[in-house]
């Protein structure tokens, strides 16, 4: 075949080869060339494609296309009600905000529907050992503006960032969109000399040819599977429940809602996130059984547990859960008017008084003056934003490489499709819009070079950049959470501990506040997170040395805890 | 291994080598080209024996584009760098020639950026590789909107020369430690310049830690590129390329100037006439990285080294 492209002049008496159009020897229809195809229309997969077009030479060199078998002009259209917020939300740290507001997006994002962080409470469920992060910590940003600058992160519905993405791409006309279309299955295109590059075959009939395939397909990546890289991990046994709280506003006296909280309980974390002075976000990852209960029950059921589980102590936390468990179980529910008794109970019996903000009904109550401890916990929630309850699997998931490994497998993983993330620590997206970084400066430094951006040679730097990094943050974030999910008695009181060391350690504050949020756009903070990690295995170690003083029973159960985190 | 190993160290006593014209009109050598023969299948395997190739590309691709873009510069203002710098096709309008192509690792680059390039190789089979590997990719197979286009023949510079055409740029990227006679070959590919175009070359130096890095370390211990590769007799010092362009005057023009008419001490060229820059491989992130003008001159051309050389307008 392409033998028949190459001529030989003879008149010269030398061997000569000229290209020509090659003539394609595959089935009827048109095969249209890409540089870059993305699959995946996703915050991740969007992004790239923005990124790209932001580059004057990548938008006179390359032709991208992006494939989404959703309905992206919904996306673009998506309005809601004032007040009214959908439930994936994401923290959009400093530094993946200054990467939006480099490409030109950041300002196509409605900023009146997001919430910046300027602290964060975090507590142990069990030994109450606590952390306060302040925004005024923080390293400095990289970001220009002062005001934003004493910001921790912001808070973004993951539609408002994409609804940015996609009208920004409106203006650049040499990406093109192929939106409602599903990506049939992708193969190699047979050359000879081993040369084909991949063709992914679309659900309206048309095929493509790619010079460089992106995954950017999420968790079961169809693009990951081609390339045949092979993807470690295991899903924790665990469910998320996200939904849109609405509460009261905070009092005069009070801050702004500007304080994100995090409780460790020892079926998971939940998180409470500002979205405005009455709207807030929850994620709260817990045992499977309880997440279908909590999302089948009535919405004002899932209220009330939010408040519990932020205020009582974890022994009636417990308790609520199991008798929400038993009437799951029973194939009944309980009502709103149930919980909210046995909660008032509990809070009697457990000395709770009714002007402490522990009490889920004083705040209600008395707007006056707030009681000393009102910022310790998140404002009582009244009611939950209709339709807005949902839950999804947790995992753990790295694939091996971000490369297809082989001569000429043109592939590369961005985003979920590479890995994926306990959200915890709100790291997923980030950590793909780094990637989107990574990979865009990859690609523009190729192009300048007049490189062959499916190449091995020009993608590795992009893995070199990322693989290292990300696998760091993925380990810490999944060590946290396996640390706070034990309810073991020596580990608890070894991680209460390693909190209050923690607690003392400025530097250390500064760099687990990385973990949630905050970021230079320098790499050293991570490094800073992983020394705060050990920070609290050092405190074992601390436990462990006063064991060996008090005798060999203790030791062993030391040990025991030793060998344990060393598991994971 | 160990006895070509003790010939080679031999001949480390050898410190000079003459580049000097004689009758000789062939510069391609018979067993060179059986060798890269032999291997021409693995030229686009990035992973196998020409992997350290494949990343040297990109940093030989940007100092020819920084070079011609300071030059343009330098000639035509400010605004039209900075436009070369930021546009697409930054080598569009030029005719540039690559001797010594092989797979065609820089030819394609080359004609990416918007040059209308010519790849020549002495070798049938890299020649063959070169195109069928172009073939697969669209921008180099169809006539592309930045003017570049990608040519490939089997031919030599000798042959060429005999063709009216002459070139902006001409290029001849690790070829010049694998030719019988460098001089000859030099002259060939110098009058292959258009008055004012370029020539760039890279090749390596003949000093013991060359042959510790390139033959030693490269080809006998970690054995990242085949053995029998290099010749280290055949390695060309920056000094002898630098006196060589001292003298060297075309003999097509009547009133021939040199192309290099003065140097600093040590031996260093002006900026605006040539330049040899170092290259040294960091086996740790494995990149190549272009060491500076300063550096090149302290050492850190000892190795792998790029040279560029301008032919005068009236030269």
Known sequence: MTFGAIRRSVSTGVLSYRHQPCRRTFSARAIRD????????????????????????????????????????????????????????????????VFLEDIGVWELVDKSCTCPVKEMQV?????????????????SSGVSNAAESSEMARLTENLNLQRALLRHLESIR??????????????????????????????????????????????????????????????????????????????????????????????????????????????????????EALCRADPSVLAHMVNAAFRLPEVSVRYLHNLILDAHSRG???????ICNEIAFREKSHNIPGYSAYSSVSSMLSPGVPSNDAMAVPPLVTSTQSGTI???????????????????????????????IHPLAG????????????????????????????????????????????????????????????????????????????????????????????GNLERPQWDLLADGIKGVSSGLSTAKMLGQGIGVVFNTGINEIARRLGQH | MFTTGVRRVSRLTQRTRFIQTDATTSTVNTAEIAHFSRLSSQWWDESGEFALLHRMNPVRVQYIREKLTEIAREEKGEDVGREIEQRRGAFRGMSMLDVGCGGGLLSESLARLGARTLGIDASESNIRIASLHADADPFLSSPSSTGGSLQYRNTSAEHL??????????????????????????????????PGGHLFLSTIARTPLAFLLTIAAA???????????HTYSKFVNPSELVSFFQTYSSPSMTSAQPWITRTYDGGQPTRKEAEVRGLIYNPWSGDWVLMSRSASQWGAAECNYLFWVRRPLAG
């Open chain 1, 427 to 518: 790291q997923g997206l980030n950590l793909g819009l780094g990637d989107v970084r990574s990979l865009v400066q990859c690609i523009v430094r190729s192009v300048a070079h007049g490189g062959d951006i499916g190449s091995y040679t020009s993608l590795r730097p992009y893995a070199a950049e990322r693989y290292f990094t990300n696998h760091k943050v993925m380990s810490a974030v999944d060590k946290l959470h396996k640390l706070y999910s034990s309810t073991w008695d020596p580990v608890v009181w070894a991680r209460s501990i390693g909190l209050e060391v923690v607690n003392e350690l400025d530097s250390v504050k500064a760099a687990l506040m990385m973990d949630a949020g905050a």
């Open chain 1, 123 to 139: 507590w142990d469920g069990l030994s109450d050992a606590r952390i306060t992060f302040d925004a005024v910590n923080l390293p």
């Open chain 1, 34 to 97: 890409f540089d870059v195809i993305i699959v995946g229309g996703g915050p991740v997969g969007l992004a790239l494609a923005s990124g790209l077009g932001s580059y004057r030479m990548v938008r006179e060199s390359l032709k991208v296309a992006l494939v989404e078998a959703g309905d992206l002009s919904r996306t673009r259209d998506w309005t809601l009600p004032p007040d009214s917020y959908s439930n994936r939300v994401s923290s959009i740290t400093n530094s993946s905000r």
């Open chain 2, 219 to 229: 080809e006998y211990i970690m054995r990242k590129v085949a053995i029998g590769t």
């Open chain 2, 161 to 194: 020369l005999k063709e009216p055409e002459r070139f902006d740029v001409v290029c001849s990227m690790e070829v010049i430690e694998h030719v019988d006679n460098p001089a000859v070959f030099l002259a060939t590919c110098a009058e292959l310049v258009k």
């Open chain 1, 174 to 291: 040499s990406i093109e969109l192929l939106q409602k279309t599903r990506v049939e299955s992708i193969q190699r295109e047979d050359r000879d000399g081993g040369h084909g590059w991949p063709l992914v075959h679309l659900s309206d009939g048309t095929t493509l040819r790619a010079r460089l395939l992106v995954g950017a397909d999420g968790f079961n990546s169809p693009v990951r599977a081609y390339a045949g890289i092979h993807s470690y991990g295991w899903s924790y046994d665990v469910r998320a429940v996200v939904a849109t709280l609405n509460h009261s506003p905070r009092g005069a006296f009070q801050g702004p809602n500007h304080t994100a909280y995090q409780r460790f309980l020892p079926t998971g974390p939940i998180a409470f996130l500002p979205l405005s002075p009455t709207v807030s976000s929850l994620v709260w990852s817990t045992k499977p059984a309880l997440a």
């Open chain 1, 390 to 420: 949902a839950s999804f699997p947790l995992k753990f998931n790295h694939a091996e490489s971000y490369l297809g490994e082989g001569a000429n497998n043109r592939t590369v993983l961005v985003g979920d499709a590479a890995h994926t």
């Open chain 1, 332 to 338: 009944t529910s309980i009502s709103g008017e149930d």
